[in-house]
Every structure is written in C-alpha cells, then in structure tokens.
C-alpha cells in the first residue's frame, strides 16, 4: 500500500522568504499524481499544484514550485517570497494513475502547519 | 469554479443521535468523498462513492453510512453519534477520468465540525 510522510508537523518563515515543505511517499507504481493541498484557517482545502509522475519538469505556480525526485520518492513544495496569505496548513498527497476503484483515491500525508511572520 | 458546499460549518449532537452531513457539488462530478480530518492524523477516507446509488467503504467506515440517491448529493450518516465521532467532516467531489484534462484532482467543501456530547 502506498504511504505518504510529511515529516515536518510544523514550519515557520519571515515574510518575503523562502521556505521548503518536504514530502515522501512509498509506492511500487510507475505511474501516479502528487499533490500539494492548502488548508487555511477558515478550513477550505484548495489544491495549491500538481505534478505528473510521467514528466520530468517540475511543475510551478507562480510562487509555488515543486521539487520532484522520482528516484528518491521525494516531493518538497517550495514557496517563494511568503505572504502572510500562506500561513495554513499544508497536505501532500498521492494518487494512482489507475483508474479502478479505490486505487484512484486520494493518500495523504499527515500535514505541516506552516506559520508565516511578519 | 467547482463549487462543493456542506449543510452545517458547525453541529453539536447528544451521545446517540442520529446525524446527517449532507454534501452538494454543482459541477457534475461522478466521484464524491467523505473525509475525517483529526490534528496529528491528516485525512482518512471514511466512504466514496463513483455513481448514483454505488458506495464503497474507505479506511475508516464503522459507524458510519453513506446514501448518494442523486449525483449531485452525497450524505453521510451517523446512526448512533458516539464522542470519539467528534472531528471536522470534509467531502470532496472529482469528475471521472478522461473527462477533463484534471480529473484526478479533488475539490473540497468547507467542512462541518462537528461536537458529540
């Protein structure tokens, strides 16, 4: 079964800086999605980006980018300059590019709090 | 914009009460999802659902059942509310793949919290 690990269960960064979530993920699978989800205080999860398992350039958002390492089984998010609009709590998350059934669902990470000073 | 709304933000329910959590998506989605979501434990899959009438189990079912008699509609139910049910519900709607170029993503509701006492 795929597992996914968040192994920072907090973070903390000075507006206008950069920090890195980081995220790994166990699977025997070729083919799949990563996602990096934003959950902020008033609790709607918004989907922040999504990499392709099958493409090698990282994917990017304006602030936000990727560093996928397939090899490694690693997927960090990187926010650039952080506003204070950032601070949230972050999920990664996993999906099978099989179609059928429950292998199409959603695996998360734990999550990271991320703080954001001014 | 995909839109997913939830009945009630908030719901405080008496230890045996039966509850309803109701979830709507406009957006034709074939796929709806029950979360619970716990500090320190992320999001467990409770019930999923990829067609009117057709429900499966997730990872963490008991006590709970699920009814999605129209597309747009997906309820979860707690039959008899117990305290250890007491945690912030999130459902989540997704079209089937190769409908769009995304499908795969899952769009999110704002939540209910709910309070068993």
């Known amino acids: 079964a795929q597992t996914v690990t968040q192994s920072q269960p907090e973070m903390s960064v000075q507006e206008a800086e950069t920090v890195t979530l980081s995220c790994t993920y166990d699977?025997?699978?070729?083919?799949?999605?990563l996602f990096w989800y934003k959950q902020p205080p008033s609790r709607q999860m918004i989907l922040v980006i999504r990499?392709?398992?099958?493409?090698?350039q990282n994917a990017t958002e304006n602030r936000f980018s990727v560093n996928f390492q397939k090899a490694a089984k690693s997927f960090s998010l990187k926010i650039s300059d952080s506003q204070l609009g950032d601070a949230a709590m972050y999920f990664c998350a996993y999906r099978s590019a099989n179609y059928g059934g429950s292998q199409g669902n959603l695996i998360f990470g734990k999550g990271t709090k991320l703080s954001v000073k001014p | 914009d995909v839109k997913v709304t939830q009945s009630s933000r908030y719901l405080v329910k008496r230890t045996g009460e039966k509850v309803f959590l109701e979830c709507v998506q406009d957006?034709?989605?074939?796929?709806m999802f029950w979360y619970r979501q716990d500090p320190g434990l992320g999001l467990r899959l409770i019930y999923f659902?990829?067609?009117?009438?057709?429900?499966e189990k997730g990872d963490i079912p008991e006590g709970y059942s699920v009814s999605r008699e129209k597309k747009e509609r997906f309820s979860l139910i707690l039959e008899s509310a117990s305290t250890n049910q007491t945690s912030m519900y999130l459902c989540a709607s997704s079209p089937t793949i190769g409908r769009e170029p995304s499908a795969e993503t899952q769009y999110f509701g704002p939540g209910t919290r709910l309070l068993v006492l």
């Open positions: 659902s990829y067609d009117v009438k057709m429900k």
């Open positions: 957006m034709d989605h074939e796929n």
């Open positions: 699977t025997s699978e070729s083919d799949y999605y």
């Open positions: 990499q392709e398992a099958y493409k090698q």
